[in-house]
């Protein structure tokens, strides 16, 4: 990794990702031509991604997004170019080895109707022929880190789950056999924006723990921004308009395009990606147990907090619990002015 590499990456929100479990993925001059279409559908198509990161694809329906996460685990095979996992060229791997390394997660989620919830979470460990008891175990543990109960929702078929437990049952299976890369196609798309929030924060607290290597795609700019540690924004025929991380991109958007995915936006994005530690703190006063955050919150929750308890200030505490001081609205505003730039 070159220096400029090792300072951008420090200074991306998951800095402190305690494991680095995944695989690292290259694309080069991949290209897609389906019969009949008289464009590729992607076209000279190259991307480096990091063991562990978090990649987003953004752009425009059609632009070839399904086609190039569907290319890296050979689901859709290239008609040119090259990808690799962890420098092994992915055309010299057996598709279903391949499959094994990679778990993937479609966008209409795709649970079998026919089994219940332990049965579609351990599908896979149970075809590599996993012991019994071994795959009792991990589709627990996965369900439990999907913030679900095994014991209320194991027996249960997907007729009988909520759009999101369906969501959260299609991520521990993608994760099942542990694969090092996570291929997730608009994962929480068909989720309302409340709960879509909040799959996304569970989403975060699983890449922190299991630290695998994700390619996510995804229409909503907003989405990416929070989710990933470096976005691609791509036009037709899966174009890389620009690639670098969220912060990168807010500040110098590489053209027009790249500008209109959030310029009416711009004040409520930079929020979302301040936290409480970017801020100067005002001295610290009587603790309210309702009105605190913690050093990590995003500017834009803390913002929700006082407009929702009605408080002129909560209290910070640090990631031990340790009271650091407070914020008022004035902090908020000074810190986006500080970071002007950004
Ligand atoms: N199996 C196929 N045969 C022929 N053309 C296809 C096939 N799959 C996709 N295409 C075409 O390739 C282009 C890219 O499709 P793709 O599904 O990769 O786009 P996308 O960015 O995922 O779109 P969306 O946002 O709607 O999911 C589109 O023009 C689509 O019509
Ligand atoms: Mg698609």
Redesign the pocket.
């Known amino acids: 990794m070159s220096n400029h590499r090792k300072i951008r990456r420090a200074a991306t929100k998951k800095e402190d990702t305690p494991n680095r479990n995944g695989a690292a993925l290259a694309l080069t001059k991949v290209e897609k031509c ?4 008289n464009k590729p ?2 076209e000279n198509f190259s991307i480096d991604i990091d063991t562990g990161e978090v990649v987003c694809l953004v ?10 996460l569907k290319m890296i685990n050979r689901l859709i095979e290239p008609t040119s170019g090259e990808i690799f996992i962890d420098n092994e060229s992915t055309l010299s791997i057996d598709p279903p080895q391949l499959r094994r390394r990679i778990g993937y997660m479609a ?1 209409e989620v795709g649970l079998f109707p026919h089994m219940t919830v332990t049965q579609n979470v351990g599908a896979i460990p149970r075809i590599l022929g996993w012991e019994e008891g071994v795959v009792h175990a991990r589709v627990d543990e996965l369900l439990r880190l999907a913030g679900l109960d095994p014991r209320q929702i194991n027996g249960l078929y997907p007729s009988q789950l909520s759009g999101d437990q369906q969501q959260r049952i299609g991520m521990a299976r993608a994760l099942a056999a542990d694969p090092p890369v996570l291929l997730l ?2 994962p929480f798309g068909a989720t309302e924006p409340h709960a879509r929030k909040r799959l996304q924060g569970d989403f975060l607290h699983i890449q922190r723990t299991l630290g695998k290597t994700i390619v996510f ?1 995804t ?1 909503d700019f907003q989405e990416a921004l929070r989710v990933a540690d470096r976005v691609a924004i791509l036009s037709e025929r899966a174009k890389i308009i620009q690639y670098d991380r969220p912060s990168e991109i807010l500040a110098h958007p590489a053209n027009p395009y790249v500008a209109s995915f959030f310029s009416t936006h711009v004040g409520i994005t930079r929020l979302g990606l301040l936290t409480v530690a970017d801020t100067r703190l005002l001295p610290a006063g009587q603790q309210l147990a309702d009105a605190v955050v913690t050093t990590s919150t995003t500017l834009q929750d803390a913002l929700d907090m006082l407009v929702q308890l009605r408080r002129p200030r909560l209290t910070v505490v640090d990631k031990d619990g340790i009271t650091v001081g407070e914020l008022d609205f004035y902090t908020v505003a000074q810190a986006t002015a500080d970071k002007d730039g950004l």
């Open positions: 389906y019969p009949r279409l559908a992607v752009g425009p329906p059609g632009c070839g997004k399904t086609t190039t966008k196609d608009e795609v229409q």
